[in-house]
């Protein structure tokens, strides 16, 4: 009777072994599939994190022009500030690539600015 039961271990023990390599084979898939989600959540959040730099980089563009132009106005402006003339109001307008630059004097200037687009 011995030998019966060896077989029936060694069918029982096959079967166990069998188990737990599907187990760790199913856990095998789980980890590489959440590595892959993984990746590519990061590749989503480079691309953003690229796209909000680039956005910054322009923005700090354009406050340096609009610095410059500023100060190329207030420059033109203490010029012609001899007729004590305290009443002096400026808008600056952007649009289509231009700026331009009003006072209640009536004088205009224009300028194109670049948005760092291609």
Known sequence: MSPAVDDDEKVST??????DDKDSNDMNN???LRQAELARELQELNAMLADKQQLAGQMMRSDEQLASVRLQYEV?????DDDDDDDD???VIFGNGNIKIRSNKNET?????KTGKS
Do not use: F, I
């Open 89 to 91: 109001e400026c808008s």
């Open 109 to 113: 200037e224009t300028g194109e600015y």
């Open 76 to 80: 033109s402006n203490d010029d012609d």
């Open 30 to 32: 789980k980890h590489v």
């Open 14 to 19: 096959d079967l166990s072994s069998d188990s």
